[in-house]
């Protein structure tokens, strides 16, 4: 194990630092090795990313798999879609010579230019994609590419959902299709927007319907996460009690990436046994240095929506939004107008309409409005 600070906050470094998981991996390894395409869904920041890199460690050590990640956050339409995959055909070949000539080859009418980034080493595309059938049939030799090489090829597409917003309409039957064409590309589809993936992949009219097996991806067993917060202190020469870790995990919902987070600050003092005052040092340290971002949420929302999360925050978890009590205990006026508040708040993903009620989805936020 390296040393350094063992609460990863950023990407992933490798199982010793990963907590748990265990379950999740083996089915999705399983579903993998049995030819089920799998959609993995979550909250923002719960760990999606991680678990499939996670998996493509574990899967790595074997040579018959060929395992390519791309995120398509940042693509616009099908041309962009394009370039991410040849990009990440590209990273997982480790820009072997033979593969970018296929590539050269593969999208040949989109008269690609092929470059690496000096600083970090990633290949750069540009591609005319100006005609759409050229920009579907490359597509469409990209997949065949993959089917052909004589090994279990694994595509891990995060952030799906974006694929609803390119300008194309065809782009999910188009999608579809290469994949149902193309046996030996096994895909795991992973994204945040659960009503998005869900309406995607279970209703009826759309092509993906039932077309994978879904997963929604938890927060960790807060026993389990507990053991691995005390170990890695303990690691490190460090010691916290089962009760303060327990405190953190409370304070952070159990939310994996606010746990790291808080985790990787506490670890970073120079205290070698933690004491409560060194946790509620932290909590408050992040929240003051946040202040600026959650100020200029202000600035961002009406009265009527920063009014409402913080009515949300103070109880946690709501049921029932619309309910006199809450409306009354708040102050927040009619009902209608509550529901248009609240529909807009969720629209810019502030808060979340999870099974349990609605919440607010950054923790640290919730924390800070708690607080004022
Ligand atoms: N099992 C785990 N153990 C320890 N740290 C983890 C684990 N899973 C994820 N993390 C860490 O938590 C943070 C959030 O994880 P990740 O980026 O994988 O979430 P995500 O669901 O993909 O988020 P987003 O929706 O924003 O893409 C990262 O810093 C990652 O390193
Ligand atoms: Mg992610």
């Given at each position: 194990m390296k040393t350094g600070n063992p609460f990863i906050v950023l990407g992933y470094e490798s199982p010793d630092y990963f907590c748990d998981r265990q379950f999740e991996t083996d089915t999705l390894i399983s579903a993998i090795q049995n030819q089920r395409h799998v959609t993995l869904i979550s909250l923002?920041?719960?760990g999606k990313t991680g678990l499939i890199k996670h998996i493509f460690y574990q899967l790595?050590?074997?040579?018959d798999y060929y395992l390519i990640y791309i995120d398509i956050l940042p693509t616009m339409n099908l041309g962009d879609f394009i370039k991410e995959l040849s990009k990440g055909i590209l990273s997982a070949n480790k820009a072997k010579t033979s593969i970018i000539n296929t590539l050269i080859h593969i999208l040949g009418h989109l008269r690609p230019k092929i470059s690496w980034?000096?600083?970090?080493?990633h290949p750069a595309i540009e591609l005319d994609v100006s005609n759409h059938r050229e920009a579907e049939n490359t597509l469409e030799g990209l997949f065949e590419y993959l089917n052909n090489e004589h090994k279990n090829v694994v595509l891990a597409i995060d952030?799906?959902?974006?694929?609803?917003?390119?300008?194309?309409?065809?782009i999910e039957s188009l999608l579809r299709a290469n994949i149902q064409k193309n046996r030996h590309v096994q895909l795991i589809f992973s994204g945040s927007q659960r009503n998005l993936l869900f309406s995607m992949f279970q209703?009826?009219?759309?092509?993906?319907?039932?077309s994978t097996q879904i997963m929604v991806l938890d927060s960790i067993d807060t026993e389990t996460y507990k053991t691995f917060i005390i170990d890695k202190f303990k690691a490190g020469r460090k010691e916290i009690s089962g009760e303060l870790a327990a405190q953190i995990l409370e304070w952070t919902r159990g939310h994996t990436y606010y746990v790291q987070y808080f985790c990787n600050r506490l670890y970073g003092l120079s205290a070698k046994t933690i004491k409560m005052a060194h946790v509620q040092q932290i909590a408050s340290l992040i929240l003051d240095e946040n202040v600026i971002i959650y100020n200029n949420y202000r600035n961002l929302l009406t009265k009527q929506q920063f009014h409402l999360l913080t009515a949300i925050a103070k109880e946690d978890?709501?049921?029932?939004?619309?309910a006199k009590d809450f409306i009354f205990k708040y102050q927040l006026g009619a009902a209608s107008s509550v529901k248009t508040t609240l529909d807009a708040v969720i629209k810019k993903e502030l808060v979340i309409a999870g099974d349990c009620g609605y919440f607010i989805l950054d923790v640290f936020f919730a924390r800070w409005l708690q607080s004022i």
């Open positions: 923002r920041r719960m790595q050590k074997r040579s980034d000096p600083v970090t080493g952030e799906f959902q974006q694929i609803l917003h390119y300008p194309e309409k065809n209703d009826q009219s759309r092509p993906f319907y039932q978890v709501v049921k029932m939004p619309m």
